[in-house]
């Protein structure tokens, strides 16, 4: 499944934060890409999303956008067809919104992600990488957490949909055995195109502008912060893997930082100083994540490049030309 224009693959959720950096390598290095994206409002706007599918058009123009949603069981059946595999990045992130809407994530989490990989299974796809996410550990999960890690108490209704959708595809990808199925972990996610209610694009505005940080709980809590760019590479990597069965995957810098120190490292890019406001601890926020990747590393030959500083610059430079 390596590029060279040999594999055509449908990308869900390809026009948001993440999505939009794997179609651009996926598109780079030759291979067919079609994406599904339901262009919704939240949590990653709308005019970003269309945005995002403009910039795609203007550099790759045979990219093929369709706007609709996993939710549509036979809309994805239809879409399958002729696909070598898929790479499922849609869905409904943040934590504090899912408590507001814990059917909502249900249903596009959990039943969104068992719809996908039923059409695939069923059209003779035996090759689907999904996002999950490092929420799914809580606060219980000794640190750094491993993926052989009970993960049995999620902290937030988005946590436990993520976990459900990792629970729901294991044994129906046990009755193929010649396909491979991988959740992967993603651990703080940032850079160019994130979502503009993250912390570090909300921090990064807000020290450029002279405006206050909010910083939640005593600024201790640690964040296993992972550039977009390496998150690219494991997705790419994980999909050309020969591995059958499945198989979760953590995917962070194995390097968490403490908020205090990411701001720091905000100033430091920015050379200006950061006015700070406390908060409290949001409900379902853990008190730190922390990704050991040598599974990854091992497996996939991955491993995180960007450092945080020099990822850090990066969205700098994103918010201030775009934002």
Known sequence: MSGGGESHWLLTGGVGFIGYHVAEALLERGDRVTILDDFSESPYPTRYKRRNASHLYEVFPKVSVIEGSVTDAPHL?????????????AGLAGVRPSFAAPARYAEVNVQ???????????AGI???????????YGNSTPLPAREDAPCTEPESPYAATKRAAELLTKPLCALRPDA?????????????????????TLFMRAVLGGEPVTLF??????????HVTDITRGILAAADSPKLGWTPYNLGSGA???????????????????????????????DATYACIEKARQ?????????????????????????
């Open 126 to 136: 035996r090759n689907f990488v999904f996002a999950s996410s490092s929420s799914v």
């Open 217 to 226: 709980g005593d600024g201790t809590m640690r964040r296993d912060f992972t």
């Open 256 to 286: 968490p930082v403490t908020l205090e120190e990411l701001v720091a490292g905000i100033e430091a890019v920015t050379g200006k100083k950061a006015v700070i406001s406390r908060a409290g601890k949001p409900a379902g926020d853990v």
């Open 299 to 323: 497996d996939l030959a991955w491993q995180p490049r960007v450092k945080l500083v020099e990822g850090l610059a990066t969205v700098r430079d994103w918010v201030l030309k775009y934002d």
């Open 180 to 200: 491979r199925c991988i959740p992967l972990r993603f651990f703080t996610v940032y850079g160019p195109r994130q979502r503009p209610e993250m912390a570090i």
């Open 77 to 89: 059946r239809s879409l399958v067809a002729g696909k070598t595999g898929v790479i499922h990045l």
């Open 112 to 122: 969104g992600t068992a719809n996908i990989f039923e059409a695939a299974m069923g």
